[in-house]
């Protein structure tokens, strides 16, 4: 079982940088592959990027702008976002799943085992 809390949001100006950390407490972190997605006022939630053991994977949106890694020894998670732009406005949430691999264009398909409670991102001058 994991528990996982995202932190490092905050308001920053276009052009900006932010580094969000998603730390998980628990087990057997190695094993999931983790997602962050975001979730901006009136639209759904998408999926931003994804790591797992074997690969990473963005979206088109974010693609040369974030980047994810992750530290298994700190159980943590990371979405470095530089060239933040006011459409990346958002409260952003990570969420684990229990595969060895990770796809962003299938992250609207669910299974998610664990969330976190959201850190939001405000992109603004």
């Known amino acids: 079982q994991l528990q996982l809390a995202e932190s490092g949001g905050g308001l920053v100006q276009p052009g900006g940088s932010l580094r969000l950390s998603c730390v998980a407490s628990?087990?057997?972190?190695?094993?999931?592959?983790i997602y962050w997605f975001r979730q901006a006022p009136g639209k759904e939630r998408e999926g931003v990027s994804c790591?797992?053991?074997?690969?990473?994977d963005s979206a088109d949106f974010v693609k040369g702008r974030f980047t994810i890694s992750r530290n298994n020894a700190k159980m943590t998670v990371y979405l470095q976002m530089n060239s933040l732009k006011p459409e990346d406005t958002a409260i952003y949430y990570c969420?684990?799943?229990?595969?060895?691999?990770?796809?962003?264009?299938?992250?609207?398909?669910?299974?998610?085992?664990?969330w976190g409670q959201g850190t939001q991102v405000t992109v603004s001058s």
């Open positions: 969420a684990a799943v229990n595969r060895p691999w990770c796809d962003i264009s299938t992250a609207g398909v669910g299974g998610y085992d664990y």
């Open positions: 628990g087990s057997a972190f190695n094993y999931y592959a």
């Open positions: 790591i797992s053991s074997a690969r990473t």
